[in-house]
């Protein structure tokens, strides 16, 4: 076989090897250190045409290399941070809220987004209830008034996690609005009636919590403020236990 007999595509891979690597270059049984790359440059030339398009041809091969190389060095951490793990979490949650005056179940219903083990962000909406009662000793008799206050909270919910195998310690924070239902007042136990509607206004709540598999326990701070006539704020403050199930 004749040296012209290689084709010149092969002879530009051959050199591209041994300039990348620095190689021997093996030529038909006759070896010699390609050390300096000009001697196979010129070998090359004398079969393959012109020098400069064969200096270019395994330049751009260099760049394109180095670029693809570079661009994965770049992309691969990349590609880490920006699969971000988010899956649809809901749960409802049967509360105890009190002051030292009055008290009552709530009903709350939130779902939302889970991202990744440690946040979470949805929306929810509530049915809560607070019964107060009052005592009035008159001359003749006593009355007895026993009222409920009946809401609708509808509220943003974000909680911060940190999971600790079956366990995960939470914060949780809620904020929205407050809407007023008609309140019933029951008089000696005997007679109930509709009362006027709750005024509207403000919901916060803020509290610690702790999930154990699809089970949640809290606790924590909830607040009322209300508008009364558009002049009036009324704030009621309270403390709030809660159980809950997530799905």
Known sequence: MRRTDIPCKLLVYFADIVIMH????????QSFRCQETTLLI????HFCGNKDKLL???TMKKIVKSFAIAMALVCIPMSGYAQVDVSFQGHVDLSADFTSEM???ALDAVAGARITDYFFAGAG?????????KNNSGKYATVNTFTYHHFLPVFANLKGYYPVGDFAPYVDLSLGGLIGLKSLVTV???TTKSANREADGLYFRAGLGMDWNRFN??????????????TTSYNT???????????
């Open 56 to 58: 270019n041809h395994i």
């Open 103 to 105: 008290g009552g179940p």
């Open 188 to 190: 000696n136990n005997n």
């Open 22 to 29: 620095n190689v021997s270059w093996q030529d038909f049984g």
């Open 217 to 230: 326990f809290g606790g924590g701070y909830q607040l009322y403020s209300q508008t009364i006539n558009n």
């Open 125 to 133: 909406l509530g049915y809560h209830t607070l019964m107060w009662s």
């Open 42 to 45: 010129n070998y090359l030339q």
């Open 237 to 247: 403050h309270m403390g709030y236990f809660k159980v809950g199930y997530r799905f």
